[in-house]
């Protein structure tokens, strides 16, 4: 009991502190970056939620842990919904978030990865134009992480924008 009425206060005080904005991040590129098979174009939408855990000052360069859902839709009609959490990290208009999470992928006309279930992992590094627009570079993978016999893995590479609200 001791530890869950803990476990609450530290959430509290952190959910408690300043929080950043929510972000939607648009994204357009290639679709299986790595493979020598044709490359269809993706476009993908994330949304990162501006409440998060474990959250610092705002002089910090680590923002703490931010939800989010995102969604990806490929020209050979593969699709991918996921969630998870990201960590970015800020340094003047520079910014670093790595994420993971895990979703559902439909295959469509794109590549077999092994099952519906799917981990992602990304890296998206940006700078900020204005106060509440940035532009830079997505890096996604989609894998199953060997649960399942078939395990080629999917990487993309895309243009992104971001919108702070």
Not at 67 to 76: E, L, Q, R, S
């Amino acid at each position: 009991m001791r530890a869950f009425i803990a476990a609450a206060v530290l959430l509290t005080a952190s959910a408690a502190r300043a929080e950043d904005p929510g972000v939607l991040t648009l994204g357009v590129g290639l679709y299986d970056l790595v493979s020598h098979r044709p490359h269809a174009v993706e476009g993908r939408a994330v949304y990162r939620f501006g409440w998060g855990f474990a959250q610092s000052d705002d002089d910090a360069a680590f923002r703490g842990f931010h939800p989010f859902v995102g969604g990806m839709i490929a020209g050979n009609d593969a699709m991918y919904g996921y969630a998870g959490l990201a960590a970015p990290f800020r340094w003047g208009k520079f910014e670093l978030e790595p994420s993971a999470g895990m979703g559902a992928y439909h295959r469509g006309n794109g590549y077999e990865l092994g099952g519906t279930f799917e981990f992602h992992l990304g890296l998206q590094f940006s700078y900020s134009i204005t106060d509440n627009m940035r532009a830079g570079l997505m890096l996604t993978h989609i894998s199953n992480a060997n649960t399942h016999r078939v395990n080629p893995g999917l990487n993309s590479a895309l243009a992104a924008i971001s919108f702070a609200f």
